[in-house]
């Protein structure tokens, strides 16, 4: 079983930066690739940022490319999202995700949620215009 816990949600202007940490207790961190989910209202929840266990693989959707960065620390269990350039419609609630299985690393399979075992909560993000 691992507990993931988001953090460094809150309210940003546009063209403003977040950086969200999540952080992750039970089993061993590096067990598991990471990956950054958001849901906006009325929307279904879309793939942001996945990051291998080693952390030397990092992957993103093209709308994304370029203004967001995923890391990790193994030695604080910790992975992060960097958002940067921030825009109305990144408003969302964000969550991170831990894949402990070889789905994870199969094709582009690091984008969906059912690559996924385990989620947190989520963080609110909101960019005002």
């Known amino acids: 079983q691992v507990q993931l816990v988001e953090s460094g949600g809150g309210l940003v202007q546009t063209g403003g930066s977040l950086r969200l940490s999540c952080t992750a207790s039970?089993?061993?961190?590096?067990?598991?690739?990471m990956g950054w989910f958001r849901q906006a209202p009325g929307k279904e929840r879309e793939f942001a940022a996945a990051?291998?266990?080693?952390?030397?693989?990092?992957y993103y959707p093209d709308s994304m490319r370029g203004r967001f960065t995923i890391s990790r620390d193994n030695a604080k269990n910790t992975v992060y999202l960097q958002m940067n350039s921030l825009k109305p419609e990144d408003t969302a609630v964000y969550y991170c995700?831990?894949?402990?299985?070889?789905?994870?690393?199969?094709?582009?399979?690091?984008?969906?949620?059912?690559?996924?075992?385990?989620w947190g909560q989520g963080t609110q993000v909101t960019v005002s215009s």
């Open positions: 995700a831990a894949a402990g299985g070889p789905r994870f690393y199969t094709g582009t399979n690091y984008r969906l949620k059912r690559s996924y075992d385990y």
């Open positions: 039970g089993r061993t961190f590096t067990s598991y690739a």
């Open positions: 990051i291998s266990w080693s952390g030397g693989n990092t």
